[in-house]
């Protein structure tokens, strides 16, 4: 699995947005889900631009187009740093506690760096 994640590879199950898919040339690759990936980029994207000032508002849009379900806003800040932060969904891969520094990954992004980087 490190060897994975060390060619750029998520070795693991598939992140909120992606799905894990057979690839004949990558074998199991994460690729973006469609409509969770399309809610999720809007999110990181506005977050970024100042449409959402605030997490909280972010999250709101999230639940209110159900990529979430079935508790309030409130519930999903931690989620939604996590998405902040995570910079699997620019595109990149690395793993801290395996010592797998950033790399690009094979997935394709669904924000890009510059957006990744306005949310730090």
């Not at 994640?5 to 799905?19: A, D, R």
């Not at 809007?42 to 639940?63: P, Q, T, W």
């Not at 902040?84 to 890009?112: C, M, T």
Request: glycine letters at 10%; a positive charge; charged letters at 30%.
């Amino acid at each position: 699995m490190k060897a994975r994640l060390e060619l750029g590879y998520w070795t693991f199950g598939g992140k909120k947005g992606y799905e894990m898919v057979k690839d004949p040339m990558h074998g199991k690759l994460a690729v973006p889900d469609g409509k969770d990936s399309l809610l999720l980029k809007k999110a990181l994207e506005g977050f970024a631009s100042g449409v959402y000032v605030r997490k909280i508002d972010a999250c709101r849009y999230l639940v209110e187009k159900r990529f979430w379900k079935n508790q309030p806003p409130e519930k999903y800040i931690d989620k939604f740093t996590g998405f902040l932060q995570d910079p699997f969904y620019a595109g990149f891969i690395e793993y801290p506690e395996w010592n797998v520094s950033r790399r690009e990954g094979h997935h394709r992004a669904i924000i890009s760096l510059e957006t990744f980087e306005k949310n730090q």
